[in-house]
């Protein structure tokens, strides 16, 4: 071997060890992940076709959305959360937390109030307090309209559910 050829091997040894050590160092620190993601949103932000009109944003997509997007930004899924409002047409500025717990007929406590809704009603149907079914939900999806059920279809920006509920009570969740 050239003496020549002995550096281009040792040269490409010694890059193929800087690249293993490079990623191992931003995987390590949860960067190389942060990194992929927010590649991936500038690449969807270049590609999207702003000239194309999304469907009217629903008042249940709406609120939907807001509770991803809360959950997402607690967990730090920012780039997740800029496709999400990039992607469904969701404002810019985030729902007034208070305004969500009062759209979705829920009252936190103190304690509640530092997690995602998301987590508070999750904890609210897995942790019920009796050990009884009295927490589940009844949920009802949309129906097809005939004459005899025009009736239960929910007007539109309207949640289904029963009628008559009472709100639920969120506990818990900071310490």
């Not at 071997?1 to 931003?26: D, N």
């Not at 992940?33 to 009109?53: C, H, P, T, Y």
């Not at 025009?150 to 949640?159: H, L």
């Amino acid at each position: 071997m050239t003496p020549a050829a002995a550096v281009t091997v040792v040269t490409m040894a010694t890059i193929a060890e800087l690249k293993s050590a490079l990623k191992e160092t931003l995987e390590s620190r949860g960067v190389l992940g942060q990194l992929k993601a927010r590649i991936r949103a500038e690449v969807f932000n270049a590609l999207d076709d702003q000239s194309e009109s999304r469907p009217p944003l629903s008042h249940q997509n709406l609120l939907i959305n807001e509770l991803i997007r809360e959950y997402l930004e607690f967990n730090k899924y920012r780039y997740t959360a800029s496709v999400l409002t990039a992607e469904s047409g969701q404002p810019e500025v985030p729902l007034d937390r208070q305004f969500m717990a009062n759209e979705l007929n829920v009252v936190e406590d103190p304690s509640s109030k530092c997690v995602p809704l998301l987590y508070g009603m999750l904890s609210h149907f897995l942790n019920d307090s009796k050990g009884e079914k009295a927490g589940r939900m009844f949920l009802r999806g949309p129906s097809v309209p005939s004459e005899k059920n025009t009736r239960d279809i929910p007007e539109t920006g309207v949640m289904a559910g029963p009628s008559g509920a009472g709100p639920f009570t969120l506990h818990g969740g900071c310490r």
